[in-house]
């Protein structure tokens, strides 16, 4: 009898946690895309305005056209991370900013990530620039923007028109 009760107690307090984190999950994400998004904004405003550096760097990256390359990172970063921040059309947005931080993964922060340190080490990968908008698009890409965004807005609206 007490153990009937305890499972049922265990049972309601486990949904109870499950109907609380998913209720926090289109928060959570617009807190993401908002801090992660503002970043990338910032950081391709910073690249175009100063597109001289990022074009010298990328050279002495070894990247290839690095003219075509430095202005390309830059307005990936500056409209993708606008669009994050909105929430329109995030999940599109997301794609070439993750493969942008990917890249810059592994040039510009190759030297902390070679030889695979990083997997008995994971604060190599994790305490680098890049990461967090990496991981930020991916969750974006996977999950969507959450229902705070212009995407699920214009969803609603589409549904009701078209039913």
Known sequence: MLQGWFFSFCAKFYGLIITTG???????????????GHQALNAGIGKLSNITNVILFFEGLHIPFPH???YLVGIVETFGGAMLMLGLGSRLAAIPLAITMLVALSTAHAPDLSELRFLTDP??????APYPLLITSLLVLVFGPGRVSLDALIRRWAERRWY
Do not use: E, K
């Not at 604060?123 to 680098?128: D, G, K, P, S």
């Open 22 to 36: 998913s209720g926090l999950q289109s928060l959570f994400l617009l807190y993401m895309r908002l801090t992660w």
């Open 68 to 70: 075509f390359n430095a």
């Open 123 to 128: 604060n190599l990968l994790v305490r680098q």
